[in-house]
């Protein structure tokens, strides 16, 4: 790249826009916040599974578009990918000032309105989870990794990964093995 061309990248990225609700939770995108709220419990209650509510609700002759609600909250990955102080500077960088006190927060409104529907959601739910001290890890039975997970006002979520690797390999450092299986 040349120096134009970075002194052209930088400008146009202090020129996004990232829309906020009441409390200083990063919004899911501008408007999100006027989408009316879903009844999850009645959904819960009538549904064995919502992780495709969006797919239950066309069904329904409804649609997902209009509540405040997703398969995965995209503001997560916010949190599965950059510490709260990158965050903080990321923010600043485009003129934000963002309090990260606010994280918790934020992590508990997007998870409970999140069906956890994509293959993706529940690998960033659990990291945001470890992330944000929400998380029990335990070693049971040789090879696996138990997980009790906290998801918001939900009730725990227990979740198996199995191990990939040898013990001393980057994953099983991590914590982050490569496969994720629940029992939701």
């Known amino acids: 790249m040349t120096a134009d061309e970075v002194t052209g990248w930088d400008r146009m990225s202090r020129r996004l826009a990232v829309p906020f ?29 919502i992780g495709r509510l969006d797919l239950i609700l066309e069904a329904e ?8 609600a997703s398969k995965q909250a995209d503001v997560l990955m916010l949190f599965y990918l950059f510490s709260a102080d990158e ?34 959601s529940r690998v960033v ?14 070693n049971s039975a040789g090879a696996r990794l138990t997980v009790m997970v906290r998801l918001g006002n939900r009730n725990p979520v227990e979740a198996t990964a199995a191990r990939t690797r040898s013990l001393a390999s980057l994953t099983a450092v991590s914590g982050r093995p490569e496969s994720l299986k629940t029992s939701c």
Do not use: K, M
Request: no cysteine; charged share 25%; glycine share 12%.
């Open 61 to 68: 002759g409804d649609s997902p578009n209009r509540y405040q």
């Open 21 to 49: 609700l009441t409390g200083g939770i990063i919004a899911q995108f501008a408007g999100y916040g006027e989408l009316e709220e879903l009844d999850w419990e009645a959904y819960r209650r009538r549904y064995d599974n």
């Open 87 to 120: 965050l903080t500077d990321l923010l600043g960088h485009l003129g934000y000032e963002f309090d990260s006190g606010s994280i918790p927060e934020t992590v508990d409104y997007y998870l409970a309105r999140t069906s956890s529907g994509s293959t993706l």
């Open 125 to 138: 739910d659990v990291g945001v989870g470890l992330q944000n001290e929400r998380i029990t890890v335990s």
